[in-house]
């Protein structure tokens, strides 16, 4: 696979220390993510046992009293992020603060209202998280080829905003200077509203018969995946970007209801037209979605047939290695009870001609290009 701006690709930036607060998810992962590169990674976390987790998996050490680190980064519960950031700023006079919130008009509204001196806070957010919490899923590489928006002000120095944006380089992320504002305005539309839908969607599947929902396929699964987020975290979230979410969900209620009721009287004149610009619309803006790493670039796509034996998956890689393809993307599809598997495979357009001609060549059936 390629890495396009890799772990193991670039020189690190960043040396010495980093202390990390909450070693949750996103803790546990920028730790474990800057110490590959080196960095002495302190961690901090309100749970004794969910640092000493983090500590177990590698994350970084216990903080010492002689600490002493250039940069602090708060991973903890948006609601609590302005209390962690104030404490640290105090408690850490030499450091720069950021924090990995995904909301950022919020906590800085909270940190001015109590008259926080902040030139040495810069907020930020990586566009990269998982579905469930805790050090248990923390992972070195997600924050790789994701944005991470950087929210600065006309008063943040200059070095502290590069020390920000090294970290998120030394992740392997793409640093993005946004107002909190825009950000906020943003990830409503690209995260929140879609964490809704999703799980608003799947609710629909609680009281479904059996028989309705072992039907199901992937269009549901990619629909519906973020809806095992945690609650907990998801309503913080969203009570904090009221009113970017009402904005959208506003809009979206509207063409939902247009197409509902084009659907009552199918046959009425404009009703079949009503359901096509919803879709025709939906083609339109699921174009504008950049491709993988943020690349503007769409790969191709082959879908390879796999027998459901051991070590089948594993030598089609090898053999896709072998005829020099390179992977830029892998999805699977399984039917339960079927003796087939389908591998979805992403290459970039100009070698899935010679890919398919290959893998043919070798024996593999092609389900579709
Ligand atoms: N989960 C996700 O996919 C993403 C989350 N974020 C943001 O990252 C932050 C952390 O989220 P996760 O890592 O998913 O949560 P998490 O639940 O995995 O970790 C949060 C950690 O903070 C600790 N904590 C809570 N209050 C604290 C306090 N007052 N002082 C010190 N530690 C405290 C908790 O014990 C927990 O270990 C949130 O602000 C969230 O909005 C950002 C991008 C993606
Ligand atoms: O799983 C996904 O696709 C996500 O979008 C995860 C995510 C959750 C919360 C954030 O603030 C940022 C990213």
């Known amino acids: 696979?390629?890495?396009?701006?890799?772990?193991?690709?670039?020189?690190?930036?960043?040396?010495?220390?980093?202390?990390?607060?909450?070693?949750?998810?996103?803790?546990?992962?920028?730790?474990?993510?800057?110490?590959?590169?080196?960095?002495?990674?302190?961690?901090?976390?309100?749970?004794?046992?969910?640092?000493?987790?983090?500590?177990?998996?590698?994350?970084?050490?216990?903080?010492?009293?002689?600490?002493?680190?250039?940069?602090?980064?708060?991973?903890?519960?948006?609601?609590?992020?302005?209390?962690?950031?104030?404490?640290?700023?105090?408690?850490?006079?030499?450091?720069?603060?950021?924090?990995?919130?995904?909301?950022?008009?919020?906590?800085?509204?909270?940190?001015?209202?109590?008259?926080?001196?902040?030139?040495?806070?810069?907020?930020?957010?990586?566009?990269?998280?998982?579905?469930?919490?805790g050090a248990i899923s923390a992972r070195a590489d997600l924050f790789l080829g994701r944005p991470w928006v950087i929210c600065r002000d006309h008063e943040t120095p200059v070095e502290a905003l590069a020390l920000i944006e090294d970290l998120a380089l030394d992740l392997g992320a793409v640093p993005i200077e946004m107002t909190p504002e825009e950000h906020d305005a943003s990830v409503g539309l690209v995260s929140h509203v879609p964490q809704i839908v999703a799980s608003a969607l799947a609710k629909q599947l609680v009281r479904a018969p059996d028989a309705a929902v072992r039907l199901t396929g992937q269009g549901l699964r990619d629909t519906v995946r973020i809806a095992s987020s945690q609650p907990e975290l998801w309503v913080q979230i969203l009570a904090a970007n009221g009113g970017p979410v009402v904005e959208v969900l506003d809009r979206l209620v509207d063409d939902l209801r247009d197409v509902a009721d084009a659907l009552r009287s199918p046959d009425a004149p404009g009703s079949r037209r009503e359901i096509a610009d919803v879709m025709a619309a939906g083609n339109a803006g699921v174009a504008r979605l950049p491709g993988k790493h943020g690349q503007d670039r769409r790969f191709a796509q082959i879908v390879v047939m796999v027998d459901d034996t051991p070590g089948e998956l594993g030598r089609l890689l090898s053999e896709l290695g072998e005829i020099g393809v390179n992977m830029e993307d892998l999805r699977l599809e399984h039917s339960p009870g079927a003796q087939i598997g389908l591998a979805e495979i992403s290459v970039l357009p100009e070698v899935q001609q010679r890919a398919v001609d290959d893998l043919e060549a070798r024996g593999w059936r092609i389900a579709s290009v």
């Open 1 to 133: 696979m390629t890495i396009v701006q890799g772990l193991d690709e670039r020189a690190p930036r960043l040396s010495g220390q980093i202390r990390v607060v909450g070693a949750g998810l996103l803790g546990a992962s920028i730790g474990l993510a800057v110490r590959a590169n080196g960095v002495d990674a302190i961690l901090a976390d309100a749970s004794p046992s969910q640092l000493r987790l983090a500590v177990d998996y590698g994350a970084g050490r216990m903080e010492r009293d002689d600490d002493d680190p250039a940069m602090i980064v708060v991973c903890v519960p948006p609601d609590v992020v302005a209390d962690v950031v104030a404490a640290e700023l105090a408690r850490f006079p030499n450091a720069v603060v950021t924090d990995v919130a995904s909301i950022k008009l919020a906590p800085l509204h909270e940190l001015q209202e109590r008259g926080v001196d902040l030139v040495r806070y810069i907020g930020s957010h990586p566009m990269a998280g998982r579905e469930r919490g």
